[in-house]
């Protein structure tokens, strides 16, 4: 079975492994690749032509440790709106679940509902604060369950910092739809006469979110108080950074963290012990804070040099000589500076919309997509088999008898059953055997996906990897 859940043995057409990959062992060039290192590929790209590798900082060369940064994220966003907006303090009592968000959701504002849709905006799951609202309920919300992407009242949980934010809502939601003087409406609930809209309480919420980090940076001060608990670390960090370097090829620092914090945790990550504090900066060619992505792909900011002992911005007139450390600018700046051409450049990140799609819009560059959860996908869906199976068969049955209620509820059953083996809200990838919006714009956008970034230090950087084909004439079920 595939990352996205196909059952059956991948066909030649439907690969998502490097070209130099036989079967499942994941062997090439005389190597093997383990399992949890494997790169997939959308489109063919040839290492051998990247002589420039950037890299996001946060959840990509930086991984934060879950639950316990979401649990912080939880604890802040609430103290913050019982602290500063005035909210009952019962809602501290709320405990983070971290079985129970995934990202790529979509939240409602006005309805107050989590979605997980397709990328045509067809409404596979639906929650109401932790209640999942059945093919009925949908129907009498969005005509013929579909909500299109509509900015002024859609918001796309599109990061991993997201999952505390996606559980806050819902648990919130919850909250007050239990709170017996509060009466529930359709857009929020009334209570004495007076209108409590979903759309205010998310709004709140998204002022503590906001707060936590570049307002207050409580969350960034509280992390960097105790890094070993919060970020982990991984000995292939500096192991992959070091090759690219003896390969002859540049690698760059492409974060929207300040200078502040982005010294700090990547001291943290490729620091030892008796190094000085910014000897980690050896291991890239040119460091650029405050980018502003996915500004940084169109008009970009202002560039600036960072005076690295006082994290003062100063222009470029005055920059010392060998300076390396940048804050602002644009793609095309930044290629120019690093003496390539677009293709030449790869660059990896977690965001799919501001680090993926946004590149690939605007700029020549490549990209690899990091994706955390997939460990977690792989192994979900490794125990689903039978159920995948029997969702198979009961498709291929409505296909013939359409009209079937019996078969129609069997497979919503088996759908949810599916779902829950991967969160409460159900996969990021896909719900059922249906490819979710996330998936969707993860294989149209990003070159490579992995879930790791140090996946690239098992690849020789002469790499091919190849895509094959995309069958295009499929045949429905039988």
């Known amino acids: 079975m595939d990352i996205l859940g196909n059952q059956s043995v991948r066909a030649d057409s439907e690969g998502y492994r490097s070209s130099d990959s036989h079967g499942d062992d994941g062997e090439y060039d005389g190597n093997k690749i383990a399992k949890d290192k494997e790169i997939y590929v959308n489109r063919s790209l040839n290492l051998s032509k990247i002589r420039c590798y950037g890299f996001d900082m946060d959840y990509t060369l930086c991984e934060y440790i879950s639950p316990q940064f979401d649990e912080l994220a939880c604890t802040l966003a609430k103290k913050f709106m019982v602290d500063t907006l005035g909210y009952s303090d019962d809602i501290l009592d709320i405990e983070y679940n971290p079985d129970f968000p995934v990202r790529g959701v979509w939240f409602d504002k006005p309805t107050g509902n989590l979605l997980k849709v397709d990328q045509f905006g067809k409404i596979m799951e639906c929650y109401h604060g932790f209640r999942l609202l059945n093919s009925d309920e949908i129907k009498a919300i969005y005509p ?102 003896r390969s002859g090829r540049k690698s760059f620092l492409l974060t929207n963290s300040d200078w502040w914090h982005t010294r ?118 490794q125990k689903c088999s039978s159920l995948t199976e029997e969702i198979n068969c009961l498709e291929s049955a409505l296909a013939k008898n359409p009209e079937s209620q019996d078969l129609k509820v069997k497979l919503s059953k088996a759908v949810t059953e599916i779902n829950q083996r991967f969160s409460a809200t159900g996969s990021l990838l896909r719900s059922g055997n249906e490819m979710t919006y996330f998936a969707s714009q993860l294989l149209i956008w990003a070159d490579l996906y992995t879930d790791c970034v140090t996946s690239l230090a098992s690849y020789n950087l002469e790499h091919m990897f190849t895509s094959r084909p995309t069958k295009l004439m499929r045949k429905g079920h039988k």
């Open 144 to 245: 013929n369950k579909v909500q299109r992407k509509d900015d002024s009242r859609i918001f796309v949980m599109n990061t991993i910092f997201n999952l505390a934010e996606t559980f806050l809502i819902c648990a919130l939601i919850d909250h007050f739809d239990k709170k017996q003087d509060y009466v529930q409406c359709n857009d929020g609930w009334a209570k004495n006469g007076n209108n409590f809209l979903f759309s205010t309480l998310f709004m709140d919420l998204r002022a503590a979110v906001d707060d936590m980090h570049i307002g207050s940076c409580l969350l960034k001060k509280q992390c960097l108080a105790d890094l070993p608990k919060y970020v982990k670390k991984d000995n292939d960090l500096p192991v992959m950074l070091d090759k690219i370097k």
């Open 264 to 381: 700090q945790i990547m001291a943290f990550l490729l620091g030892t012990s008796g190094d000085e504090k910014d000897a980690w900066l050896s291991y890239f060619d040119l460091v650029v804070v405050d980018a502003c992505k996915p500004q940084f792909f169109t008009c970009g900011t202002p560039l600036q040099c960072v005076d690295t002992s006082s994290s003062v911005l100063l222009p470029l007139s005055s920059c010392p000589p060998g300076q390396t450390v940048y804050s602002g600018g644009n793609h095309a700046t930044i290629t120019n500076m690093l003496e390539a051409r677009g293709p030449d450049v790869i660059y990896a990140g977690d965001h799919l919309y501001g680090d993926v799609i946004k590149c690939r819009k605007h700029c020549d560059w490549r990209t690899l997509l990091i994706v955390p959860e997939l460990k977690h996908e792989e192994k979900a869906i």
